[in-house]
Nanobody
Framework: QVQLVESGGGLVQAGGSLRLSCVASGRTFSRYNVAWFRQAPGKEREVVAGISWIPGSTFYADSVKGRFTISRDNAKNTVYLQMNSLKSADTAVYFC????????????????WGQGTQVTVSS
C-alpha cells in the first residue's frame, strides 16, 4: 500500500511560483512512477508532469513545459512540482498519483492518489 499526501498549494499572483510536495508512505514507493495531475472546475483531470522511478525520465504536458519541473527524492519518499511563471489557467486542484505504468497519460492505470491541494493564480 502507498498513501500520498500533497501540500504546498495556495494563492499566488500571476507570474509567481509555488512548489508542491507529495509525500508517500510505503516501502515500495521508490518503485513507482509518479505524476502530478490537475483538475479545474468543470474540466476533466489532466496530467501535468510525471517522473519515473528510474532517475532522469520525466514527462511534461505541453501547457507547462519550460515552466514546471518535477523531481523526486526517494530517500525522503517525496516528489516535488516546482511551478514558475504561473498563469490563471493553472488554477486547479493538483493531485499526485503513483503508477507502475510507463504511460503517464493513462489515468486509469494509477493505483494510488492523494487528496489534492488547491492552487489559485490571481491575474
Amino acid at each position: 500500500q502507498v498513501q500520498l499526501v500533497e501540500s504546498g498549494g495556495g494563492l499566488v499572483q500571476a507570474g509567481g511560483s509555488l512548489r508542491l510536495s507529495c509525500v508517500a508512505s510505503g516501502r515500495t514507493f521508490s518503485r513507482y512512477n509518479v505524476a502530478w495531475f490537475r483538475q479545474a472546475p468543470g474540466k476533466e483531470r489532466e496530467v501535468v508532469a510525471g517522473i519515473s522511478w528510474i532517475p532522469g525520465s520525466t514527462f511534461y504536458a505541453d501547457s507547462v513545459k519550460g515552466r514546471f519541473t518535477i523531481s523526486r527524492d526517494n530517500a525522503k519518499n517525496t516528489v516535488y512540482l516546482q511551478m514558475n511563471s504561473l498563469k490563471s489557467a493553472d488554477t486547479a486542484v493538483y493531485f499526485c498519483a503513483a503508477s507502475q505504468t510507463n504511460d503517464y497519460t493513462a489515468i486509469g492505470e494509477y493505483d494510488y492518489w492523494g487528496q489534492g491541494t488547491q492552487v489559485t493564480v490571481s491575474s
